[in-house]
């Protein structure tokens, strides 16, 4: 419509040259030339360098659009079906994405208890995971060992775990994070993401985290050194951790009340309260007392030694 | 063109003509029988001659030099045309032109007029350059979007993604649009490792990492077997991941210096990550040390702390720590410890700096036996034995004097004096002990600070664990040899992208608000990636809808212009009348 109209004042511009050029032919002999000048508009366009530079306004804004538009497609066609892309998470894993899996690696030490690997996954999500190195699980043994040149009393363990063999290990053993997972063997669990750290500014574990620590009340997955299609239950951030007893108060506790059995005290083989410290006499004077009343629920943990490359694929769905 | 040949037709049948000629004329014959309208320059008009505003930004300096720019394309452009046009006419053969040929290309206006019409004879018309600067304009924005698909597809979509290992065992995967990722493993017991990972200035760097260390493995093994805590926690590299130990952090290598204090959002602290980015040939530097730098103007600090958690909670997910690079150079890395040189062992000694576990423990380095057998000691020594001869001589007169009495209890007088004379002894022995120690002290910082004897990096070798880096680096686009148009396209992308996912840069002046109020509501709820694409959805729409305004607006102006009030006045008291 728009070009008819702007077609009209052309035509009868040119009608009226028409009719000029007819009357002059009629008085010059019935004689009729008629000139058509079909690109005119055009022409007078270029001759107006106003209407020119807003054409070229419009051209540049249309290139920028297009190319915005296309760019926002190419994002969308990137962040749906990604093409080897390799990125990072803020807690340091390593995030290679294809079309139609991701795969994470994550470094994992061994003496962390409940270590953030940052990833999180929605309830429904089908992940594999593998893990590769070996741990110690006491430092203070290994220097002893090595010092004397004896054959280490705690051998090195891969990530399916194990105990060491003593009577003392197998009483504790239904203290560990996981009663139905080996000792030792690598645990994953999925933690709500509202949870910033789980521990406090001094270093110490926030009691309020108790329940996902020891394992009590929480979604834990025995991983060891690889398990398939696991389906996640619900939605979170992955925590990983040996599974070793985690000493919370209720798990001293109960160590205790197990301890402290009539007619059969130290049947775990506690140690005794730090002989450095002043012990509380009220309460106990096993090394436990000591753990509770420091809250050092990772006593058993920051002994350890090694650490773990952690390998997670991910299914897209 | 129907009511033309409707006219011609009607024309041939009523027979009022016997001879009809029709000539049609080509595009090129048009344009360039153009009459001449404006001047040759013909953009020029288009620019205000006199500018009145008041910016301080556009002045009438920066709109000539604009106008030169504009000028000189044009100029160039109109010498290609008058080429072409004196081929295409024949103009170059004969140096004469037909009357009608000069009185077309003689311009008319008020300027050219002025300047004698005869000097521009032999111009071509403006029409003629225009129309060349619309086909460049046409040329370039269809080569412009056949380069940006051509870029997106390859660069963005499909990318290489060449995978490479350099030769400090750094595996780097471009990705890109100029961007590389890298990562590798960092043993935390060296100080300031090479990572091989060259940046440029203006490059933006992002780190994180994974894994956790411990900065002294005796005191690890100590604390195992008495069943103790941990004097430090253990450095996650993380603020959140709980208990960094700001304890003796200013004997840290990053903490040493007065200006690494300054930032109060970033404190140094004890096992923290650490970068710089150096030549390599020189090497790293092992701390800030003011005086390397005194001389230079505006110098950046070469060590800085990686702060982890600088950008969380307080912008959008997967935001890492990241930091633009102020030189070139390679990328180092360390962790934040104490680095026992000549100095340090000074104000470790001193004691202004550290607690009295950490000067302890340096001083246990030096056992009695080497300190003595040291041979820079030997003057030391001797006096050390003369004090200790000195020592026992009073000591053995204490002895006896107190022997005396007790036998000679009888008169009191003489336990008076003999108690007196032991407390002048015990007096000296003190001066004699404290004299003794304090030449012990100064053979122990004597053989503390011969460098055969103490490794300035010996506290980084106890650290025990490591760490996974990863590092992804932009490159700056305009510190690089590609050619331009792809410089303009990677930085159009990263301008998208950074919408589409942005970081705390994007965001940093939405600054967070107090508790409470409603921008708080608004942050929080942004903070959310789905809402923040739901955002930026929005501001597209809109951001359309303003592009169609002008762009309409530059098709139709005259709806778009009201007319001038003083006008109206006029009209409007022209219609009373």
Redesign the interface.
């Known amino acids: 419509m728009e070009n008819e109209k702007n077609q009209k004042p052309f035509?009868e511009e040119?009608?009226r040259e028409?009719?000029n050029t007819?009357q002059n032919?009629?008085e010059e002999?019935?004689?009729?030339?008629?000139?058509?000048?079909?690109?005119?508009a055009?022409?007078r366009a270029?001759?107006?360098?106003?209407k020119?530079?807003?054409?070229?306004?419009?051209?540049?804004?249309?290139?920028t659009?297009?190319?915005?538009g296309?760019?926002?497609i190419?994002?969308v066609?990137?962040s749906y079906y990604p093409?080897?892309?390799?990125?990072?998470?803020?807690?340091?894993?390593?995030v290679i994405e294809n079309e139609d899996n991701e795969i994470i690696?994550?470094?994992?030490?061994s003496?962390?208890l409940w270590?953030?690997?940052g990833i999180h996954v929605k309830a429904g999500d089908v992940i594999s995971v593998r893990t590769s190195g070996a741990f110690h699980t006491?430092?203070?043994h290994l220097?002893?060992d090595a010092e004397s040149n004896c054959v280490l009393r705690d051998r090195w363990l891969d990530p399916m775990g194990g105990d060491h063999g003593g009577a003392k290990d197998k009483k504790r053993s239904k203290y560990r994070i996981s009663q139905t997972a080996e000792f030792n063997t690598i645990l994953m669990q999925v933690m709500p993401d509202t949870i910033?750290?789980?521990?406090?500014?001094?270093?110490?574990?926030k009691k309020v985290y108790d329940r996902y620590l020891d394992g009590s009340g929480a979604d834990i997955y025995a991983i060891g050194s690889g398990k398939e299609k696991i389906t996640i239950r619900n939605e979170g951030i992955l925590y990983f951790a040996v599974n070793d007893i985690a000493l919370t108060d209720k798990v001293i506790e109960t160590m205790l009340a197990y301890d402290s059995f009539p007619g059969d005290t130290n049947r775990l083989g506690l140690?005794e309260y730090?002989n450095?410290?002043d012990p509380d006499t009220t309460s106990g004077n096993t090394?436990l007392h000591?753990?509770k009343k420091?809250h050092?629920v990772d006593?058993w943990y920051?002994?350890n030694?090694g650490?773990f490359?952690v390998v997670i694929e991910r299914k897209k769905q | 063109?129907?009511?033309?040949f409707s006219?011609?037709k009607q024309?041939i049948f009523s027979r009022?003509?016997?001879?009809?000629?029709?000539?049609?004329?080509?595009?090129v014959t048009?344009?360039l029988e153009?009459?001449h309208?404006?001047d040759p320059f013909?953009?020029?008009?288009?620019f205000p001659r006199k500018y009145r505003g008041k910016n301080l930004v556009i002045t009438r300096h920066l709109i000539f030099i604009f106008r030169c720019i504009v000028l000189l394309f044009i100029g160039l452009i109109y010498i290609v045309y008058d080429l072409i046009h004196k081929i295409v006419t024949g103009q170059w053969k004969s140096k004469r032109l037909s009357p009608e040929v000069l009185k077309r290309r003689v311009p008319n206006t008020k300027w050219a007029k002025r300047l004698h019409a005869d000097k521009w004879r032999g111009m071509p018309?403006?029409?003629?350059v225009?129309?060349i600067?619309?086909t460049f304009?046409?040329i370039q924005?269809i080569l412009?979007?056949v380069f940006?698909?051509n870029f997106?597809?390859r660069e963005?979509?499909?990318?290489d993604?060449e995978a490479s290992i350099n030769n400090k065992g750094v595996v780097s995967?471009d990705?890109g649009v100029l961007e590389t990722?890298h990562?590798f493993?960092l043993n935390s017991a060296t100080c300031w490792t090479s990572s091989g990972i060259a940046v440029s200035k203006g490059d933006r760097v992002?780190i994180?990492?994974?894994?956790?260390?411990?900065s002294d493995?005796g005191e690890?093994?100590?604390?195992?077997?008495?069943?103790?805590?941990?004097k430090y926690?253990?450095s996650?590299?993380?603020r959140?991941?709980?208990?960094?130990?700001e304890k003796d952090v200013e004997c840290c290598i990053y903490g040493r210096c007065s200006s690494d204090m300054k930032d109060t959002n970033n404190r140094p602290y004890f096992g923290s990550l650490l970068y710089q980015i150096c030549d390599e040939t020189h090497g790293a530097e092992l701390y800030n040390n003011p005086d390397n730098h005194k001389n230079k103007e505006k110098d950046s600090i070469p060590v800085n702390q990686v702060d982890?958690d600088k950008?969380?909670?307080k912008i959008l997910a997967?935001?890492?720590?990241h930091f633009d690079a102020d030189k070139s150079g390679i990328l180092y890395f360390s962790f934040n410890d104490i680095l026992l040189d000549r100095d340090m062992i000074d104000k470790i000694v001193k004691g202004d700096v550290c607690s009295k576990e950490v000067r302890d423990d340096m001083l246990k380095m030096a056992s009695a036996k080497e300190v003595e057998e040291y041979s820079m000691n030997k003057e030391l020594m001797v006096e050390r034995n003369f004090y200790k001869e000195e020592e026992k001589n009073l000591k053995g007169k204490i002895d006896s004097l107190e022997t005396i009495n007790k036998e000679k209890k009888s008169n009191h007088n003489d336990s008076i004096l003999i108690a007196l004379q032991i407390d002048s002894l015990e007096k000296k022995l003190q001066i004699c002990q404290d004299t003794i120690d304090s030449l012990f002290l100064e053979a122990q910082i004597r053989w503390l600070k011969d460098s055969d004897h103490v490794d300035d990096k010996i506290w980084f070798a106890d650290n025990?664990?490591?760490?996974?880096?990863?590092v992804?680096v932009e490159r700056n686009i305009w510190n690089n040899d590609m050619p331009l148009y792809k410089k303009l396209l990677v930085a159009?992308?990263r301008g998208?992208?950074e919408l589409?996912k942005p970081t705390s840069t994007t965001i940093s002046w939405w600054s967070k608000p107090s508790e409470d109020s409603w921008s708080r509501k608004v942050h929080d709820w942004l903070e959310k990636p789905r809402h923040y694409r739901l955002y930026l959805a929005i501001l597209?729409v809109i951001a359309?809808f303003t592009?169609d305004a002008?762009?309409s607006s530059?098709?139709k102006?005259k709806k778009c212009r009201t007319r001038p009030r003083r006008r109206r006045r006029k009209q409007s008291a022209e219609v009373q009348e």
């Open positions: 035509d040119a009608k028409a009719e007819q032919s009629s002999g019935k004689k009729m030339e008629i000139e058509i000048t079909r690109y005119k055009i022409v270029f001759n107006e360098p106003k020119l530079a807003k054409l070229i306004i419009v051209i540049a804004l249309i290139i659009l297009v190319f915005l296309v760019t926002l190419a994002l066609v990137k093409y080897k892309t390799v990125n990072s998470n803020e807690y340091g894993a390593t690696y994550w470094l994992f030490n003496a962390d270590a953030n690997s006491a430092i203070h220097v002893q910033m750290s789980l521990k406090d500014d001094s270093g110490r574990y140690k730090p450095f410290k090394e000591y753990y420091e050092f006593a920051v002994d030694v650490s490359l | 063109m129907a009511s033309l006219l011609i024309a009022t003509q016997s001879d009809v000629t029709i000539h049609e004329r080509t595009f048009e344009l153009a009459e309208k404006g013909a953009l020029y008009d288009f018309s403006s029409t003629g225009n129309a600067i619309f304009v046409i924005a412009l979007l940006a698909l997106l597809i963005v979509v499909m990318p993604n995967i990705q990722q990562f493993l992002y994180s990492a994974s894994g956790s260390m411990y493995v690890m093994n100590t604390a195992a077997d008495k069943n103790d805590t941990l926690p253990r996650l590299f993380y959140d991941g709980g208990g960094i130990s982890f950008f969380k909670n997967d935001d890492m720590f025990l664990g490591e760490a996974l880096i990863n992804r159009m992308y998208v992208n589409w597209i359309y592009l002008i762009v530059c098709l102006p």
